[in-house]
Nanobody
Framework: QVQLVESGGGLVQAGGSLRLSCAAS??????MGWFRQAPGKEREFVAA????????YYADSVKGRFTISRDNAKNTMYLQMNSLKPEDTAVYYC????????????????WGQGTQVTVSS
């Protein structure tokens, strides 16, 4: 069993920054990822990282603005979000995948409870 706990969400103005954290207890996945879900929309992939090697992957909508990283010693993953836009408003979830695939929620077995990010215009 793996427990994932997100933190760091909040309210920020457009153009601002936030850093999300995801603390993991237990065995982390091959891929660790961030997803988000806005009201009335499906959960969408944001970013993923290969826990052991550090390779990173991003959705086109956040490429160049968001950075995913991890601290192996702390078993913690981060999402640095810069140049935030109102359309980034959503509940952000971290998740663990034990498959060699990363860009769909179907690949992820464990999920955190989510943290709200609200970007005002």
């Amino acid at each position: 069993q793996v427990q994932l706990v997100e933190s760091g969400g909040g309210l920020v103005q457009a153009g601002g920054s936030l850093r999300l954290s995801c603390a993991a207890s237990g065995r982390t996945g091959y891929f660790m990822g961030w997803f988000r879900q806005a009201p009335g929309k499906e959960r969408e992939f944001v970013a993923a990282i290969v826990w052991s090697g550090g390779s990173t992957y991003y959705a086109d909508s956040v490429k160049g603005r968001f950075t995913i990283s991890r601290d192996n010693a702390k078993n913690t993953m981060y999402l640095q979000m810069n140049s935030l836009k109102p359309e980034d408003t959503a509940v952000y979830y971290c998740a663990a995948s034990y498959l060699s695939a990363y860009n769909s929620s179907a690949y992820y077995r464990y999920w955190g409870q989510g943290t709200q990010v609200t970007v005002s215009s």
